[in-house]
């Protein structure tokens, strides 16, 4: 136990706040919502050696903010379930490797401009209609349109024609043929493999396009799995999936089907593994931090995963406008709050402090994540928090109580609170979390600017890129850039990062536009998380990727 003044300062926050420091369930990022179900589905079969390929696996998971459009599906609770109902032209391997899954192949030309995608043939939704190059032409027209109001829109900005402030086509797309189409991109590219491997880039069949919100409850896929019938969604409770048979692509299930329950809290979850009655469990509460490698001996894993965790202070909220007196009042704020005290006592080592916007899980992070200039203000440093709070005071008097929002049915009370002690006790302010029943409630304010305080937030990755960490969040007018953050230079700095002709010099341009984002503060960075998960020890062959998911289509009992 270290004894020094900051670990001793921490321990008297702790105690304060030890009275509602009460576990609240819920996955690191985005996860926990309701269902009262208790009993895993089990596939049945006359036939033995079928038995691995019929069994249902149960699974944790969260009530969709909105109907299951890929476009429109930028939090993880849809996401778990479009990743497994849809498939891209390409997908990750356990490490983040992209491998071709409905493409033959994806070719760039000289300067990473104009990219030729093949794809498979006889490629199929689950409803037997084929998938054509005019499944993703129209697919992705429809995510980029301004009118539709697609949140995942700006993932489409680089092909030409595109257009964030009116209807316009993706002229950029050709279609060559049934089974090939080329990208035409406004700037070269290099990592644009990886990015088509996200979610937002996977086809639609015609049906969609008839009624998109009907097909939102009930949509046809031609992923490795699909809804078991029309009514396979049952809203705040679960969703269930079978196995596709139609699927070509290399996530072929080797189970079932996946039934995915959703919690009021992660405690329940948790007990009901430990019932038998839930199969896998992707995150675990924070009480079960010190016992799940005892509770699950041999069958549980504690990993790096490409999840960042931080709290977003919204840039219209008074006193943190920007400007002077905002920038100080933000930094002051991270100075305040002692990471390394809060990672070790609450999350029991599986939580690292952030020094940048990133994740450690990237490739080559260790050369430039730790380095990056002003990241000093990601450290606890009490007496500098004081300097520049009182700095801001005096240029407007600061008086009311700071708050942080959070979903309850996701596993943060705790660190809220501890986060909230440790401002109040150094800063010498009232500071106190705000709970929301819901993740999506949460969401709901957020997205109408509604917030009256700082709120919980964090990434998961899409796919393996810091581009895909900043971007999102940061770019001006981003889907998920919900505290409203602009800056011109980081968005030119972020367009010629994705245009650089190497890693190398991309990241270089990241590494300037996270310096300035640490200048700046439009996000409190916290924390990399560590995803540990548990499963019944029956279960075969589970895995847990990069972006802290587990690989589904391979878990077998």
């Known amino acids: 136990m270290k004894t020094n003044r900051k670990a001793l300062a921490a321990l008297s926050i702790f105690a304060a706040g030890s009275l509602a420091l009460t576990a609240c369930g819920g996955g690191s990022g985005d996860s926990g919502k309701s269902s009262e179900s208790t009993t895993s589905s089990q596939g049945t079969t006359t036939d033995p050696n079928a038995a691995a390929t019929t069994d249902i696996i149960s699974t944790n998971g969260t009530e969709p903010q909105n109907p299951l459009i890929p476009t429109n599906t930028t939090e993880v609770g849809g996401g778990k379930i479009t990743d497994l109902v849809f498939a891209g032209l390409v997908s990750f391997d356990a490490k983040g490797a992209p491998q071709l899954d409905q493409a033959e192949s994806i070719e760039p030309n000289a300067d990473n401009t104009v990219w030729t995608v093949k794809l498979k043939s006889g490629l199929k939704f689950s409803d037997g209609t084929p998938v054509t190059s005019d499944s993703f032409i129209k697919a992705w027209n429809y995510g980029a349109k301004f009118s539709n109001k697609q949140g995942a829109s700006y993932f489409f900005e680089n092909i030409k024609g595109y257009d964030a402030e009116k209807d316009s086509e993706l002229t950029g797309l050709k279609k060559t043929s049934d089974t090939e189409f080329t990208v035409t991109l406004n700037n070269p590219e290099s990592d644009f493999k990886l990015r088509i491997g996200y979610t937002a880039f996977v086809p639609l069949p015609e049906v969609a396009f008839k009624d998109m919100k009907a097909f939102g409850e009930s949509p046809i896929g031609n992923g490795p799995y699909k809804l078991a019938d029309a009514k396979a969604w049952t809203h705040n409770a679960g969703i269930e999936l079978v196995k596709s048979d139609s699927y070509q692509g290399a996530r072929t299930p080797k189970n079932g089907g996946i039934s995915i329950k959703f919690y009021t809290t992660q405690d329940a979850a948790y007990a009901d593994v430990q019932g038998g009655n839930l199969d896998v469990l992707d995150q675990i509460p924070s009480k079960a931090f010190k016992t799940f490698t005892s509770d699950f001996p041999d069958s549980n894993v504690n990993q790096s995963a490409a999840i960042f965790q931080s709290f977003t202070i919204p840039q219209y909220l008074e006193h943190f406008k920007p400007g002077e007196e905002g920038e100080l009042r933000r930094q002051a704020i991270s100075l305040a709050v002692d990471r390394d005290a809060i990672t070790d006592k609450i999350f029991e080592g599986t939580r690292a402090p952030a020094k940048d916007f990133t994740s450690p899980v990237l490739s080559g992070w260790d050369t430039w994540g730790k380095g990056l200039a002003g990241n000093d203000v990601l450290s606890y440093n009490a ?25 309850a049915d996701g596993d943060h009370q705790t660190w ?6 440790s401002l109040s006790e150094t800063l010498g302010i009232k500071a106190e979390g705000k709970s929301y029943p819901a993740f999506k409630q949460l969401l709901d304010d957020e997205n109408k600017d509604a917030m009256t305080g700082a709120f919980r937030s964090g990434w998961q990755a899409d796919y393996p890129a810091a581009y895909n960490f900043l971007a999102p969040l940061y770019q001006t007018g981003a889907g998920s850039n919900y505290g409203r953050y602009s800056n011109k230079e980081v968005d030119a700095l972020l367009k010629s990062g994705a245009a650089a002709g190497s890693a190398e010099a991309a990241q270089a341009d990241y590494n300037k536009a996270q310096e300035i984002l640490i200048k700046e503060l439009p996000v409190v960075p916290l924390w990399y998380s560590n995803v540990q998960s548990v499963w019944n020890p029956k279960l075969k062959n589970v895995e847990i990727g990069w972006n802290s998911v587990p690989l589904y289509h391979e878990i077998t009992k």
């Not at 004081?386 to 407007?396: H, N, R, V, Y």
């Not at 809220?416 to 002690?421: E, F, K, S």
Request: aromatic residues 12%; charged residues 25%.
């Open 416 to 421: 809220v609170t501890a986060v909230a002690n």
């Open 383 to 407: 007496d500098k928090a004081k300097e520049l709070w009182a700095k801001a005071d005096a240029i407007s008097k600061y008086e009311g109580t700071f708050t942080i929002a959070y979903n």
